[in-house]
């Protein structure tokens, strides 16, 4: 890679995928001379399984856990879709070792705002409650 400087990335997919969402962008990336990860995440993919572990949570942490035994250290962590709700998680458990944030056509919450709240009417979450005492 003459005159270009190896970048590391971490792809993180949305909510109905998994890691090979990201298969194409992952080889075009790599044949130009960068690094790049694809996890699943918990309940997803090859992690399909896991789906009684799937949070937030544990998204950011899969995705940490990802970059760091990559061993990454300037990565740039790009999020799509729901990722864009994990990656901010994400970055505040492994700060030092990222570059930047990408969010690509991603989910953005408004600070302290929760999904529910930021994507469905006061009238449909309370019928959610509702659903959900009555089962």
């Known amino acids: 890679m003459i005159g270009r400087v190896s970048k590391e990335f971490v792809l993180v997919h949305g909510m ?17 001379g960068h690094r790049v990860v694809a996890p699943d995440l918990p309940g997803h993919g090859r992690r399909a399984h896991e789906r009684r572990r799937a949070s937030v ?4 942490r899969a995705v940490a856990d ?22 901010p998680r994400a970055a505040e458990l492994i700060p030092a070792r990222l570059e930047r944030l990408v969010f690509l056509a991603a989910v953005v919450l408004p600070h302290g705002a929760s999904g529910l709240a930021a ?7 309370e019928m959610l409650r509702g659903l959900a005492r009555a089962g």
């Open 16 to 32: 109905s995928h998994g890691g090979f969402a990201w298969d194409l962008v992952k080889r075009r990336l790599e044949r130009d």
């Open 57 to 60: 949570a544990t998204y950011a």
């Open 66 to 87: 990802a970059a760091i035994q990559a061993g990454f250290s300037r990565a740039v962590l790009v999020g799509h879709s729901m990722a864009g709700l994990v990656i």
């Open 119 to 125: 994507h469905m009417s006061l009238a449909g979450r």
